[in-house]
């Protein structure tokens, strides 16, 4: 328990001084790779979600996932390429190829499909190298270069209003 609380104050100490840097300028050119980091403790529709993307982009996107959960059972099969607190070190450093190449891919969205406030999460989206950022406006606001005010279960809704502003921000 003791752990767990500076472990989460020290990343968002972490997160908060690489939010001072601000972030990066958001360019003209077209979408065309998308990253979907999604907090799978709380949203559990990933497929759906996938296809709701996947029938807004007619197919000239291409789409990764990462999810994070809070610890992966034994015998469970799982389909997306995930990390848990355990993969997250104290001051932010990343213990999981996976979640290393996720960060360090250029997307051109980043959509983070979370709307509580995680560390754990956060940290992945600050540390991304995606060009055009995401979010809902119910967590930090200095992530995100575009917000969103919908509830995660209203995925349909989301994508919808996502892909609309796409479109007249010309990224599509």
Same mark, same amino acid.
């Given at each position: 328990m003791f752990y767990k609380t500076i472990k989460d104050f020290l990343l968002k100490k972490h997160i908060k001084k690489t939010l001072t840097q601000g972030l990066p300028e958001v360019n003209s050119e077209p979408i065309k790779t998308i990253g979907l980091l999604i907090d799978g403790?709380?949203?559990l529709d990933k497929d759906k979600l996938i296809n709701e993307f996947k029938k807004h982009s007619n197919g000239q996107f291409k789409?990764?996932?990462l999810v994070y959960r809070k610890k992966a059972k034994k015998d469970e099969?799982?389909?997306y390429p995930y990390y848990t607190k355990k993969d997250v070190g104290v001051y932010g450093t990343i213990s999981k190829g996976e979640v290393e190449n996720f960060i360090a891919f250029p997307f051109d969205l980043? %959509? +983070?499909?979370y709307d509580t406030s995680n560390a754990n999460l956060e940290l992945i989206s600050?540390?991304?190298k995606a060009k055009f950022k995401v979010g809902f406006a119910t %967590? +930090?606001?200095d992530i995100n270069h575009f917000i969103v005010n919908l509830y995660m279960e209203k995925y349909v809704e989301f994508t919808q209003v996502l892909f609309e502003y796409l479109k007249i921000l010309k990224k599509i």
């Open positions: 403790t709380h949203f789409v990764n996932l099969i799982i389909e980043l %959509v +983070n499909f600050v540390e991304s %967590v +930090n606001k």
